[in-house]
């Protein structure tokens, strides 16, 4: 089963790779520093969930389903909340949200999130996209400030450029205890984060590719891979089944709320 545009990409079960996918952008210094680091707490997701969830979910939303204008809109106000993140003199490494090399890193690891669980529910994990469906998914970078240009020419340079950037990946210190208090819920009530702990942590250990597992200790075995793609199947038989605007729900839900916004004035970010 292949998809027929980047919009077919856009379902429901994306959310259970959320905390795999931050774990890979996070695990650039530049990006991982820039997160840690960050002055802007209304973009801090374990001081602010909600809110991160919705302007996460609303820009994956209007990068793959909305139109050119709704696009430059978000890229204008993205451009806004981003611009005081940059390095102090304080800062272990060097980094500035708009620096295009970083924010490349961060669409390559999305678009991975969305081809990795489109494979996992049709059955197919593993599977590479059609040549035409990555190309379209270039609007999960051209939405930030990455240049059309920037985005690889086909798939098969999509390895390329990820294999690049694998060779960047550094989790120190700081980064890492990040990471972890993402990993142990921190952002959810107690309850909510011991309730929920063994699902959360299976979905992004297996959303996790090499080596991010190895740098967080999380173990993984054949059995553990079998159970995901078992689970990733029968989940795919449901949501396939579902016409399109439930399969979305919560996408098009958040693109409903960014057009409602910007017929209000209200801040998008």
């Known amino acids: 089963m292949?998809?027929?545009?980047?919009?077919?990409?856009?379902?429901?079960?994306?959310?259970?790779?959320?905390?795999?996918?931050?774990?890979?952008e996070l695990s650039w210094p530049g990006v991982g520093h820039g997160v840690a680091?960050?002055?802007?707490?209304?973009g801090?997701?374990?001081?602010?969930?909600?809110?991160?969830?919705?302007?996460?979910?609303?820009?994956?939303?209007?990068?793959?389903?909305g139109t050119d204008d709704e696009r430059a809109a978000y890229r204008r106000a993205v451009s806004r909340s981003h611009a005081p993140v940059r390095s102090t003199a304080d800062s272990a490494v060097p980094y500035d949200a708009f620096d295009p090399e970083l924010q490349r890193w961060v669409a390559l690891c999305l678009y991975r999130a969305f081809e990795?669980?489109?494979?996992?529910?049709?059955?197919?994990?593993?599977?590479?996209?059609?040549?035409?469906?990555?190309?379209?998914?270039?609007?999960l970078g051209t939405t930030l400030q990455v240049r059309p240009e920037r985005w690889p020419a086909d798939r098969d340079a999509f390895d390329d450029a990820w294999d690049h950037g694998l060779a960047h990946v550094r989790i120190d210190d700081a980064v890492r205890a990040h990471l972890h208090r993402?990993?142990?819920?921190?952002?959810?009530?107690?309850?909510?984060?011991?309730?929920t702990e063994a699902s959360?942590?299976?979905?992004?250990?297996?959303?996790?590719?090499?080596?991010?597992?190895?740098?967080?200790?999380?173990e993984w075995s054949g059995a553990d891979q079998r159970r995901f793609e078992a689970r990733g199947r029968r989940l795919g038989a449901v949501v396939h089944r579902?016409?399109?605007?439930?399969?979305?729900?919560?996408?098009?839900?958040?693109?409903?709320?960014l057009r409602v916004r910007r017929r209000?004035?209200?801040a998008l970010v």
Not at 3 to 24: C, E, F, H, K, W
Not at 37 to 42: G, L
Not at 182 to 195: E, F, N, S, T
Not at 201 to 217: A, C, D, K, V
Request: proline residues 9%.
């Open 242 to 257: 579902l016409p399109p605007s439930l399969r979305r729900a919560p996408y098009s839900t958040a693109l409903a709320d």
């Open 2 to 24: 292949e998809p027929r545009s980047a919009r077919d990409l856009v379902l429901g079960p994306v959310v259970l790779a959320a905390t795999a996918n931050v774990v890979m």
């Open 200 to 218: 959360r942590t299976f979905w992004t250990t297996g959303f996790l590719h090499e080596p991010f597992r190895s740098l967080l200790g999380l």
């Open 182 to 195: 993402l990993l142990r819920g921190d952002y959810l009530p107690a309850p909510v984060a011991r309730a």
């Open 37 to 42: 680091e960050s002055r802007v707490d209304a």
């Open 44 to 65: 801090n997701v374990l001081l602010h969930p909600l809110r991160r969830f919705r302007t996460t979910t609303a820009y994956l939303a209007v990068a793959l389903l």
């Open 116 to 139: 990795d669980t489109w494979g996992l529910l049709a059955g197919t994990p593993g599977m590479r996209l059609p040549d035409a469906v990555f190309r379209e998914c270039a609007a």
């Open 264 to 266: 209000l004035g209200t």
